[in-house]
């Protein structure tokens, strides 16, 4: 099934014969201090910058009725996000993935996102719709 929206990536996740977890990590967008001019004046007209994490959440499936509940919870904390990288994890037929078996693939995460390894996650723009990097 191809994600063509965050609602798809809910219908997937839902339909999957194994209980899932989804995994969220939001980031913003920075200016690195070693930029360059060219890298700065490309930042500035809203290309380029380095992606840092700010919060991470999981959820189950059935958790999250929709993007627009996503983002309004993650309003409670008080990041200005611009990208929300999303993976699934799978449990077993008789056991869903808990909180604490998330913890380490959030972790990593987040860390692979730092290192600007992105290519395992779908990231979605802050209206739900997935953003494809060229």
Known sequence: MDILSFDDLLQAARAQPEPQRLLFVFTGVELPEDSSPV???????????????????????????????????????????????????????????????AEEPLQRMVESIKQGKIGAFIPFDPQGQPVQFG
Not at 77 to 94: E, I, P, Q, R
């Open 39 to 101: 890298q700065r004046e490309r930042f500035e007209a809203g290309q380029g910058g380095a992606l840092v994490p700010l919060m991470c959440v999981d959820k189950r499936p059935e958790d999250l009725s929709s993007f627009a509940a996503l983002v309004q919870e993650s309003r409670q904390f008080g990041h200005n996000w611009g990208l929300v990288f999303a993976a699934a994890m799978s449990g077993s037929v008789n056991r869903a993935p808990t909180t604490e078996d």
